[in-house]
């Protein structure tokens, strides 16, 4: 224990964990900053030397020849990630890494030295807060990727207990930032982050901030005096989107992800500013109790979590499962993976533990991580690649959007070459330039996005962005509104804008003209089968049965489906005609409020703001939408084609049993969609309205209800109601 001074308080707890890291001289885990301090030159090197290790994963000989080139990489990233909080790999390339580094070190144990990544759990050496030691180590967990990794981890756990099947504990990995807290007679005392393993930062302040986590727990009638207790921070989905709609309403640059929003949290100096992020906190592990007398609950890990959960603490009691054997390991965290995308917060994997914590003890640990627990990692999420070039679309209102062309990289299962990089403004404030390392990442199964540019990687030879001052479709000039981001084609006629207005048209949300789709939109214009809207209804089917894949079969159904559209509901063809700011929810309030679609011709902007949920910029749309002759002249034409024009539910509506009663619903529901449930009101005669107000009427609450249902809890006359009320009122 020489060099370390960690007190007798942590000596006595060591000898709970006779095979731990802390039982040897390990002076050698803590660094000097001054070792990190890596220059512009060597950071290009060892950002150079990780790809051409990444290469070499299947190449173990070549990787033993340059093996402390290999722990030289992996200290810098682990610097990268740690102190500077600036990667510049994913995660997932970094496991790689540390894999081929494990993997060699086994078959040439004579290679391993002292201060190799392998012996040590990643370190911040922030400056700031202070220095706290850690009741016991925190370690890693080994990593999983496949069902061969799982099965072999079953494997050495059942010869090394001598068991023919281990029960096993199953709970989610959450994405977040490790911390420690330590309750004393049933009182927070100390939050810390992992640090080191063996020493963290003290965070008690802003670990105080975080409202899962209670000031006071009744560890006392367990007979508990001190607990000590792992969990990660999260940020919520709601929490991130929530707080990045306040950054930008504050001008100010949005947050990439919820994990390093929820890690930089932890340090931030202002505790009402950690407060403002709304994180979260899920408590997975008790490290350490003192105990009076025996405690059931903590036989098994899964009764500790059920203890953590009884206490008042966010455990995941509600979604861990135990099962016997690690088949029924395997089909759960398979399954798991499907779902990811529906929870409310972010997971990376899956986390399993042998489920008896006597059994845990006799498999104790390497220096690195248990044996008796693995992560199962999900397919990565993170990649680094290159911006090789940035084209330029035209959308159906005019804006032109630049999309970055990336060097192809795996991602989340597919194989990314393009992403969205929003606008002028956005391109700036990511400081990306052609030719740039970037860090990618693609969360939620959506459209990936750029985390980061990586300018420690820059050669010199990257050139700048320049955004186009006209259209890169029809040449006209481009137009920005004052405060607004996007530069846009204001020429009605340029082709792109065509060609995307009918695409939006025919699309499901809007006239739903199903075996139609933005393919058939695009090549029918390209052939000069179809130039407009009104178009779609006066195609040439013996043109088009001249075409290769085109049956008798296949027009039919085409014919069925444009006839058919021609009875759509009149919010419908609103929302189909793309005026610019009117979604789904106002097409509705536009065609409930008139008697037939002209009539918004003779309407003012005051008059529109009139309208629920019709604000100065949506009026002016409206309004300049009906005040352009070629658009009433379009009007006319699909009304003389026999589309429906006039409000054939209005009368229906106004004599419904909740005519004039609004709805807004939030959360997810459990008994029907959110669509079929608007439906349901509207045919009532309710009115389906976006935002929370003292318009409001009903407020319908599903599972996971966010910002929606505080703000309606301020607002007296607003009726907050379930699911099944709902359908009570509807009946």
């Not at 995308?341 to 006597?358: F, Q, R």
Request: glycine share 8%; charged share 25%; with cysteine.
């Amino acid at each position: 224990m020489e060099g370390l001074g960690l007190g007798d308080k942590i000596y006595d707890r060591v000898q709970l964990y006779p095979n731990s890291f802390l039982k040897k001289k390990v002076s050698h885990y803590f660094y000097s900053p001054n070792y990190f301090m890596y220059n512009g030159e060597q950071t290009k090197q060892l950002q150079e030397q990780t790809k051409q290790f990444l290469t070499l994963l299947d190449n173990e000989e070549k990787a033993v020849e340059a093996i402390e080139t290999l722990r030289s990489i992996l200290r810098f990233h682990e610097y990268r990630y740690y102190v500077v909080n600036e990667p510049l790999i994913s995660d997932g390339e970094y496991d790689q890494l540390f894999k081929m580094l494990e993997r060699i070190e086994k078959n040439y144990p004579q290679l391993i030295t002292k201060d190799s990544p392998t012996h040590r759990v990643g370190g911040s050496l922030n400056e700031g807060f202070a220095t706290v030691q850690h009741l016991v180590p925190m370690l890693s967990l080994d990593n999983s990727y496949n069902a061969e990794d799982l099965q072999d981890f079953d494997r050495k756990a059942r010869e090394a207990s001598g068991l023919d099947e281990i029960e096993y504990c199953v709970e989610p990995k959450f994405d977040g930032a490790s911390i420690s807290l330590i309750y004393d007679n049933d009182i927070l005392v100390r939050g810390a982050t992992r640090g080191d393993g063996v020493a963290g930062d003290d965070i008690t302040t802003n670990v105080k901030q975080i409202r899962s986590i209670p000031l006071s727990a009744p560890f006392s009638k367990y007979g508990i005096e001190q607990i000590e207790i792992r969990g990660e921070i999260i940020m919520s989905k709601s929490a991130f989107q929530k707080y990045n709609e306040w950054l930008t309403e504050q001008g100010l640059a949005t947050v990439a992800n919820p994990r390093n929003t929820a890690s930089g949290s932890l340090r931030i100096k202002d505790p009402k500013e950690v407060a403002r992020r709304n994180l979260d906190a899920f408590l997975y592990n008790i490290s350490y109790h003192t105990e009076n007398r025996n405690v059931k609950e903590l036989e098994t890990h899964s009764g500790a979590l059920r203890l953590l959960w009884d206490c008042g603490l966010r455990s995941p009691e509600k979604e861990k499962k135990v099962v016997k054997g690690i088949q029924a390991v395997i089909d759960y965290v398979l399954e798991y993976e499907q779902k990811r995308d529906e929870l409310p917060y972010e997971i990376d994997g899956m986390v399993i533990k042998v489920n008896s914590i006597e059994l845990q003890d006799k498999l104790g640990m390497t220096s690195h991580h248990p044996r008796w627990a693995i992560a199962f990692k999900f397919k990565a999420r993170q990649a680094t690649t290159k911006l090789i070039g940035v084209e330029y679309q035209v959308g159906r209102t005019g804006a032109v959007t630049p999309v970055a062309k990336l060097q192809p990289v795996a991602l989340g299962g597919v194989t990314v070459g393009s992403i969205s990089i929003h606008n002028e403004e956005y391109i700036k404030e990511k400081d990306l330039k052609i030719g740039d390392a970037v860090l990618i990442e693609r969360a939620g199964d959506v459209i990936p996005q750029i985390v980061q540019s990586l300018p420690a990687l820059r050669t010199g030879a990257e050139q700048e962005i320049i955004f186009p001052k006209t259209c890169p479709v029809c040449n006209s000039e481009l137009f920005k509104e004052e405060g607004e981001a996007i530069w846009r084609c204001i020429n009605i006629e340029c082709e792109a804008q065509v060609v995307e207005k009918m695409v939006h048209f025919v699309s499901k949300d809007a006239m739903d003209i199903k075996s139609f789709g933005d393919a058939n939109v695009r090549k029918f214009y390209e052939l000069g089968l179809l130039k407009d809207i009104p178009g779609i209804y006066t195609l040439d089917f013996d043109k088009i049965g001249l075409l290769e894949g085109f049956g008798k079969k296949s027009i039919d159904n085409l014919k069925a489906a444009i006839e058919a559209s021609k009875q759509q509901p009149l919010h419908r063809l609103a929302y189909g005609l793309g005026i610019r700011f009117v979604g789904e929810t106002t097409a509705k309030t536009l065609a409930n409020s008139v008697e037939h679609l002209l009539d918004f011709q003779n309407k003012t902007e005051e008059e529109l703001q009139q309208l629920e949920d019709v604000g100065v910029k949506v009026a002016r749309s409206i309004f300049h939408f009906f005040s352009n002759e070629q658009n009433i002249a379009m009007l006319q034409q699909l009304e003389a084609l026999g589309l429906q024009l006039k409000n054939t539910k209005r009368a229906t509506v106004a004599s419904g049993e909740l005519a004039g009663q609004t709805f807004l619903f939030t959360g997810t529901l459990s008994k029907l969609k959110r669509s079929e449930a608007e439906e349901m009101a509207e045919a009532q005669g309710g009115v389906i309205v976006s935002g929370v107000s003292a318009k409001l009427n009903y407020l319908v609450v599903g599972e996971d209800a966010g910002s929606k249902l505080e703000k309606a809890k301020k607002i007296n006359s607003i009726k907050i109601i379930s699911e099944d009320e709902f359908l009570k009122l509807i009946e």
